[in-house]
């Protein structure tokens, strides 16, 4: 019965002509080590357990410092032996085992299940995290852009402020340049009956005012009065009024 003190993956031999020792595992210090090597069929080696090499790369992933190692030529078997100085069992407590083994193992389960449980729940709580985190870069992308917008539309509305001040101005100013408590008048437009045997879309058109002859001063000869009525051509013309849809300008009259 032995005990696994060292353990080297590559190993050559500081005894036997440098010999390699792969996966050595060391047993005694003076160089006995379990190892990976040939095997003739006989003994062909100075003390060491020589192994299949993978079976000896297996072995060295599983061992540990201090493993018990027990070397027989036989197959090992385990056999009931006693002794009084060993312990007993205590057949009330070997008995009982299986009874308090069964709750054991429901606990054993049910902490199984709710491990796969906590499993999926932070599974599905990274892929939330990842679609919260690309979201996020979005958003963080779509902010500037929206920013602009918002600049643009503030600028907008108030060069419409500004517009909508000015236009009040200038309806402001027009209205100071009015008399006082006058008001901005438009232009009359003239009513003209459409004639029915005009054509179409013709204007009823009245004759004009004929001459009327006024009495002259300049001519008493002929009975003081000369020509009575004649026109004045030194008449002045007055404001020109609308007179029955049509505009006429009325003649002042004076004696000469």
């Known amino acids: 019965m032995f005990a696994i003190i060292e353990k080297q993956k590559d190993r050559h031999s ?8 792969p996966n050595m595992q060391r047993i005694t210090w003076n160089g006995i080590a379990l190892h990976g090597g040939l095997l003739p069929g006989y003994a062909a080696s100075h003390g060491c357990v020589r192994m299949p090499y993978d079976f000896a790369e297996k072995l060295f992933d599983k061992t540990r410092i201090g493993m018990r190692v027990i070397i027989s030529p036989n197959d090992a078997a385990p056999v009931e032996f006693s002794h009084p100085a060993l312990f007993v069992p205590n057949a009330e407590a070997v ?21 796969d449980e906590a499993k999926k729940a932070a599974a599905t709580a990274a892929h939330e995290a990842a679609s919260l985190t690309a979201s996020l870069r979005k958003l963080e992308w779509l902010k500037p852009r929206a920013d602009a917008e918002l600049a643009f539309v503030d600028k907008a509305l108030a060069a419409a402020k500004t517009d ?12 100071n340049n009015q008399p006082q408590g006058g008001f901005l008048m438009r232009r009359p437009t003239v009513d003209v009956p459409v004639a029915r045997n005009q054509p179409q879309g013709g204007l009823v058109m009245r004759r004009p005012t004929v001459n009327v002859p006024v009495a002259s001063g300049n001519d008493w000869g002929n009975d003081g009065f000369g020509f009575f009525f004649q026109r004045n051509w030194n008449s002045q013309p007055a404001n020109t009024r609308p007179r029955a849809g049509q505009y006429y300008q009325p003649m002042q009259q004076r004696w000469w």
């Open 95 to 115: 008995a009982a085992a299986p009874v308090r083994a069964e709750p054991l193992a429901r606990e054993a389960a049910e902490a199984a299940k709710t491990a």
């Open 164 to 175: 909508q001040a000015e236009a009040r101005a200038e309806e402001l100013a027009v209205l």
């Open 14 to 21: 500081t005894l036997y002509d440098d010999a390699w020792m």
